[in-house]
Nanobody
């Protein structure tokens, strides 16, 4: 089993920045080159949506068009932690943000491709 724990959410004004963290523990997943770490978000009344993902090796990343240029995904392999740096935040970025893990030869964007999920962290952007 793999456990994922998000942190770093909160309330921020529009135009501000936040950095979310996702600490992973459990199986030694990081030794597998096919591990992909992703971020999703779910706004009230909407389905969970893909935001960003990266291969654990760090060589490939993928972003949703809605956050490209504003959000950056990264990881610290020594800490088994993935980050989502968010800048230029907008009220429409308000959502619960989830970290997820997939084992895949590609970088998937579909929710069902991810096998493990964190509990989520709330991000609220005020106008």
């Amino acid at each position: 089993q793999v456990q994922l724990v998000e942190s770093g959410g909160g309330l921020v004004q529009a135009g501000g920045s936040l950095r979310l963290s996702c600490a992973a523990s459990g199986r030694t997943f990081s030794i597998f080159s096919s591990v992909v770490m992703g971020w999703f978000r779910q706004a009230p009344g909407k389905e969970r949506a893909f935001i960003a993902a990266m291969r654990w090796s760090g060589y490939d990343t993928r972003y949703a068009d809605s956050v490209k240029g504003r959000f950056t995904i990264s990881r610290d392999s020594a800490k088994n932690t993935v980050y989502l740096q968010m800048s230029g935040l907008k009220p429409e970025d308000t959502a619960v943000y989830y970290c997820a893990l997939a084992v895949s030869s590609t970088i998937p964007t579909m929710e069902h491709s991810y096998h493990y999920w964190g509990q989520g962290t709330q991000v609220t952007v005020s106008s």
